[in-house]
């Protein structure tokens, strides 16, 4: 049981390229979120998705894109990076009506020159 | 929309002494959930602590526990007999019983303990 995984772990980008992030749950959560963390403001939701093939926007989702075409995996892509991308992102996931919190995987450091 | 403040960047306090880290939340809701959070340099975030809204008794985990106020928006953690490992970013997190059940963050507390 590996929990929640992300891959890869680094990245360096250059302005305009695109990449896309993994994340994968082998707990069949039907919740699946992404965070991105930047010095002195915590945590903050890029886009969520509550069931395979369902997404939603979360508080900071412009420049982003996201699919669950599986409910075990949650892709982020970035179509055309920016270097205010450069960021610290965070997969979690959870299961519906948990009282339990969210598991979250190792992050993503992603640097965007 | 909920929000969460952590107002101490940085804290530090010497190893076998007590410390407390402060949060306050907005919130409209009656029901929710608030957590903390430790990162290590490692990155992962690991829960430390969880509170019901609901529930009036103040959560503990072996050394940490929680002074939860609710009519006042305060859930401040405070940790006892401050060992080096628990030098890290502390998160005040809230959570709704509704819905995605997304997570709100505060900006964080850097926790330093000094030997």
């Known amino acids: 049981n590996a929990g929640v995984t992300q891959t890869p772990k680094f990245r360096v980008l250059k302005t305009g390229q695109s990449m896309t992030l993994l994340c994968a749950q082998d707990?069949?959560?039907?919740?699946m979120y992404w965070y991105r963390q930047d010095p002195g403001m915590g945590l903050r939701l890029i886009h969520y998705?509550?069931?395979?093939?369902?997404?939603a926007k979360g508080e900071v989702p412009d420049g982003y894109n996201v699919s669950r075409l599986k409910k075990q995996n949650f892709l982020l892509g970035l179509e055309s990076a920016a270097p205010s991308q450069t960021s610290v992102y965070f997969c979690?996931?959870?299961?519906?009506?948990?009282?339990?919190?969210?598991?979250f995987g190792p992050g993503t450091r992603l640097t965007v020159l | 929309a909920q929000t969460v403040t952590q107002s101490q960047p940085e804290m530090s306090v010497q190893e076998a002494e007590t410390v407390t880290l402060s949060c306050t939340y907005d919130?409209?809701?009656?029901?929710?959930?608030l957590f903390w959070y430790k990162q290590p340099p490692s990155r992962q975030m690991i829960l430390v602590i969880r509170?019901?809204?609901?529930?009036?008794q103040n959560a503990t985990e072996n050394r940490f526990s929680v002074n939860f106020q609710k009519a006042a928006k305060s859930f401040s953690l405070k940790i006892s007999d401050s060992q080096l490992g628990d030098a890290a970013m502390y998160f005040c997190a809230y959570r709704s019983y509704q819905g995605a059940q997304k997570l709100v963050f505060g900006q964080g507390t850097r926790l330093t303990i000094n030997p």
């Open positions: 707990m069949n959560h039907e919740y």
């Open positions: 979690a996931s959870l299961n519906r009506g948990g009282m339990d919190t969210q598991y």
């Open positions: 919130t409209s809701e009656s029901d929710y959930y």
């Open positions: 509170q019901e809204a609901y529930k009036q």
């Open positions: 998705s509550v069931g395979e093939g369902t997404t």
